[in-house]
């Protein structure tokens, strides 16, 4: 097998994983099913990732690899927070837009209970935090610096920005909404305004 036949097997796989995943979750998807949905034969399984968990680990590595490299090139700089925060909203926004299905598996799969990639969800969280909290942290002024709790504001982003694209198919028919490009445009700095400012506006000091 040649290196470039064997990473396009292997891309076939992670591609039929991702799609099926998407739509039936991992759990109910089985190897021959993405096997069958990627053309390739089962030993390409064994070959490349030797198990379904080594699969989906890889799809989590796709996912957040990129999540990472967008904090790193949106949150540090000496840019005022507000500035960062809606421009990292913007970066996140167009990814999830260009990837729908990655990032539904990846944000449906990672709370599950499974020890056996635990210590990958981990790491690679550990490292987003990281990144986020170097970039972003030192732009806040005082008391809010000392005052973040990241363990609370960084899944509140992520929620805030995922939960519209795993219910938009139930919002389109609640709303009667167009998810069109002008309304992206206009997404991110809602979610900012409500993610910096919430429903009231900012905080008064007592």
Partial sequence: M???SS???KEKLLQA?????????????????????????????NYHFGSKPTLLT?????????IIAIAQKNLPGDQPAEIKVRQYFRA????????PELMRVAIAELPRDMPEILDCKARLIRELVATASTGLLPS????ARSHVRVEIVGPSIMGLLSA?????????KVFQQTFDDAFYQNFADELADLFLYGLFGAKKED
């Fill in 2 to 4: 040649t290196k470039k």
């Fill in 7 to 9: 990473a396009n097997s």
């Fill in 17 to 45: 994983a991702i799609k099926l995943f998407a739509s039936k979750s991992y759990a109910a998807t089985g190897l021959r099913e993405i096997v069958r949905a990627a053309g390739v034969s089962v030993a390409m399984v």
């Fill in 58 to 66: 890889a799809i989590l590595e796709r996912f957040f690899t990129q």
């Fill in 92 to 99: 996140l926004i167009s990814y999830f837009r260009q990837e």
């Fill in 140 to 143: 806040l002024p005082e008391p």
């Fill in 164 to 172: 519209h694209f795993m219910l938009r198919p139930v919002i389109e």
